[in-house]
């Protein structure tokens, strides 16, 4: 069996860069999605657009690193919902220079993807904690936007979403209805809650669980094989409770040994549902 991580993050200046690749190959990885993480992940001085664009860069060499090693690989960049609140309250920019600053930069990756740079657009989304409206509107201009290249240049899209179950489903149902999109399996509710999936599923969306012991029991347990499994792997050291790339594969087959899951299963989880997402095959 071959498996999947079909959300994580890379960070060749603080963290291990490709070499996440090697090991996750190594245990049985063959498909990888890295997305962006926030500049400040990377550099200790922040210039704006610039600091984006260079993130980006370094993200897209790790990421054509790691298809190298062969590991099937996907580089996706965003502007990440928390971006906002950092970006007002630790740099003291103003809402709306953070909102013409956000639409920049995904103005910038959606060009990105179209040239076939990068796979798609993410993180964008809304806030999964309390926080100030205006920047809650910001975030969801941002997403719509997004929704908006999605439909021009065939981008995949991860979103960071709040969690207000099937409403949350339903709600972004409407934006991407809005926008057009016809191929909703490109949009992919990351991190999304196990109570969400069936929705997200029946609506002809995408998802990407958490795969830490408490949600793999419960879904590999309880659930068609509806998702996909993130590690959502910070690659930061500064990030203590994490869960490793590599670790995916040894979980999911003790988990599936205790559930007696057949091998169809499994399959559809790390191959098929990657396939139906992302168009990528082993
Ligand atoms: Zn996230
Ligand atoms: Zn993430």
């Known amino acids: 069996m071959k498996f999947a991580d079909a959300h994580s993050h890379i960070n060749p200046i603080k963290g291990m860069g490709y070499k996440i690749s090697e090991k996750f190959k190594s245990n049985g990885g063959w498909f990888i999605s890295y997305v962006s993480a926030s500049p400040w992940d990377y550099f200790d001085d922040f210039n704006g657009f610039e600091s984006y664009r260079k993130m980006i860069e370094y993200q897209i060499k790790e990421c054509k690193k790691s298809n190298e090693i062969g590991i099937k690989t996907v580089c996706i960049a965003g502007f990440h919902p928390e971006d906002i609140d950092f970006l007002i309250d630790k740099i003291k920019m103003s809402p709306s220079s953070v909102l013409n600053l956000g639409l920049k930069v995904i103005e910038y990756e959606s060009n990105l993807c179209k040239d076939g740079i990068l796979y798609g657009i993410g993180e964008v989304g809304r806030q999964h904690y309390k ?3 205006e920047r809650v509107a910001i975030s969801q201009i941002i997403l719509e936007k997004a929704f908006e290249y999605a439909k021009d240049y065939d981008c995949m899209i991860h979103m960071h979403l709040e969690n207000a179950d099937i409403d949350t489903v339903k709600i972004i149902d409407y934006n991407v209805n809005k926008a057009n999109i016809n191929n909703k399996r490109k949009i992919v509710f990351h991190h999304a ?12 969306y995408s998802s990407t669980v958490y795969g830490i012991d408490e949600v793999l029991n419960f879904v590999l347990y309880s659930l068609p094989p509806i998702f996909m499994i993130e590690s959502d792997f910070p690659d930061n050291p500064a990030y203590k409770k994490v869960v490793y790339p590599w670790e995916l594969p040894t979980k999911i087959v003790e988990i599936s040994k205790k559930f007696n899951l057949s091998e169809e299963y499994l399959y559809k989880v790390n191959i098929d549902n990657i396939k139906q997402s992302y168009g990528i095959e082993p």
């Open 131 to 133: 926080t100030m409206p």
């Open 193 to 204: 809650k196990p109570s969400m999936l069936i929705e997200i599923n029946n609506l002809g």
